[in-house]
């Protein structure tokens, strides 16, 4: 059985007179090494006995100086962790009798590694229930080194103040990174965060209600906790997230390696956020599941976009019996906007769409598929609906030609409905019909093959 208090060494002097003195005082006492390593709540008798026996000296100190402590809280919570403090150095000065201690305490966070510089004030201690005993203070935490956490990367610092009891710390505060990478896409971006905490003390259970994110235009809002896990080191994370009103740009930013981003646009999102305790990259742990909509879209790959409006002009145009190269508007033939929304999920570096459909004027196209996060995989299939019938869409002769068959394609309200499909590369993608194994020759192919040139 360990030891409640141990201690490497300590030393404090007295006066003659002091020493006479009932209570006993001391001036300063310094200590080195000290760790003390509270039992569960359940077994603290035996502390509250040592401060009940008979015949004890009084000693009344006025200042502690502690390097190198340990504090470990021990709990007898299925699946819970003792939660350990290492602490550098702190300085605790007596205010009165049955008063707080103040201190002044710094230390270096492991995970992150950075250093925390706090003030403030604590007590007085409550042996029969410390998760009971106050406190109240101001912390700054610097330089932390986010390289430390596998998976990102950045220089955050942070600032607030705090207050409350040892098992219940109400913490309001806010950080900066100037330079926030996420290793699957290694592009630096501002992250900004406001944030209001609950924080477990004893346990190191933390509670976001809520946490507000900037990266660069676009603001996060997210609620949930960052709990100790059963026999794994580290937290697990689970967050509910909404960005409203931001842009798709500035995420994918973050998110994904191309630059620019393939598509710039107002985006809402709604998702869970789930990270898992482990020694695995960031985007190995996180799962997520949500939807989404974007609007105004824009993508940035030329070949793409340029393929979306001809495809537009042609269904809408076509439709109304007019020819692409002499009727169109200026306004008919300006750069078209999109709008895409569905649903996914995300889970070992892969999104899954389930659902997700993307729409301008004329065409509305129904998909479902998969998109790596490093970008190297896009496998999107379904259908194309379009208002103009696939006749009308061409013209002289091949229109002639095709007007037989335009019923085949005329379906469920749309002048044509053909399957499609993306795939390819998120730097290099391809979209084109999808008629899976049919035959080549096959009449709906050969009728339809111009719409993919």
Known sequence: MQPIIAVGKFHFGLKIADFLRSPMRVDTVYVNGLRLNLPPRQDRSQMQ?????????????DTFIFDDT???????????LPIEFDIASLKMTRTGTNSPLRFEASLTNPKP????????????????SPRETPLQGNYSFTHADLSTIKGLSGTLSSSGQYAGSLGRIVVDGETDTPDFRLAVCRRAVPLHTNFHAIVDGTSGDTYLQPVRARILNSWLL???????QKYLPGHRVTLDVRVD?????DLLKLAVRTDPPLLTGAVNLRTTFELSPGEEAIADRIKLAGNFQVSDADFSNETVQSKIEALSLRSRLRKRGRSTSNSATDAETASVRSSLGGTFDLEDGMITFPKIQFSVPGTVVALNGKYSMDGSKLDFHGTARMD?????????????????VDPFFSKNGAGTEVPVQVTGTRAEPHIGLDFGHKDKNDTKSAAVAPMAR
């Open 49 to 61: 006995r040592m401060g009940t026996e008979s015949g004890r000296i009084r000693i009344v100190v």
């Open 70 to 80: 340990q504090l470990i809280i021990n709990t007898l919570r299925p699946g819970k």
């Open 113 to 128: 590694v950075g250093e925390i510089y706090s003030t403030g004030y604590f007590g007085p201690w409550r042996a029969d």
């Open 222 to 228: 997210a609620k949930g906790s960052v709990v100790r």
């Open 245 to 249: 009103g931001g842009r798709i740009d």
């Open 388 to 404: 103009a019938k696939l006749s009308q869409m061409l013209t002289g002769w091949k229109a002639l030609l095709l007007k037989p």
